[in-house]
């Protein structure tokens, strides 16, 4: 995720999915791309253990270089999946602050929807059957269900009436909802 981050911001992750292909040697955009092509191949280079730099070392382009490295490190963690389930499950806010709870919610909620991303629709743009913004929705309630669960027994009133409404808040906004009532307690 931070790679992506820093390759978008130089404007070179076309380079690693692909979708910039080499030009021919021919033509006018070749030397560019191999230019730009070679440095993200040291980006990817340098940030990679020894051990593993070396494997890909003779390789030229740096979406063949990605594709081998999916190929090799990302199939999914089927393992880690029950884990942090488990962990989402029973995480309580006890001593935490509002802040660091949800920080640790949202870390966990977001590598457990690293490993099962909600899929693409496949109707015709605009999407007419509202199948995947339905299924996202439950997923975010689900968020802010756990996010409730876990808080300590003294937001329980709280909690009660954010259940009740309809639609349930975001959890970002359900999230600066209880910043606002910790401030104002410390107040």
Not at 98 to 124: D, M, Q, S, V
Not at 168 to 180: A, D, R, S, T
């Amino acid at each position: 995720m931070v790679m992506t981050m820093a390759l978008k911001s130089k404007n070179k992750l076309t380079f690693i999915d692909g979708t910039l292909p080499k030009p021919e040697f021919e033509s006018a955009t070749f030397a560019t791309w191999d230019h730009c092509n070679t440095l993200v191949l040291s980006w990817v280079h340098n940030s990679l253990d020894p051990s593993i730099a070396l494997s890909i070392l003779w390789m030229e382009n740096a979406s063949d270089v990605c594709k081998d490295m999916k190929e090799r490190y990302y199939q999914g963690d089927i393992f880690r999946i029950p884990k942090l389930q488990e962990e989402i499950y029973l995480l309580k806010q006890g001593y935490l602050s509002n802040t660091a709870y949800y920080t640790r919610l949202k870390r966990l909620c977001e590598e457990l929807n690293n490993f099962r991303p909600i899929p693409l629709c496949t109707c015709r743009h605009p999407c007419e059957c509202r199948l995947i913004p339905t299924i996202r929705e439950y997923r975010d309630n689900d968020h802010v269900i756990r996010f409730l669960k876990g808080l300590n027994e003294q937001s329980y009133v709280v909690c009660y009436q954010i259940m009740l409404m309809q639609p349930l808040p975001n959890i970002n906004k359900l999230f600066y909802l209880f910043i606002q009532q910790e401030r104002k307690t410390i107040v």
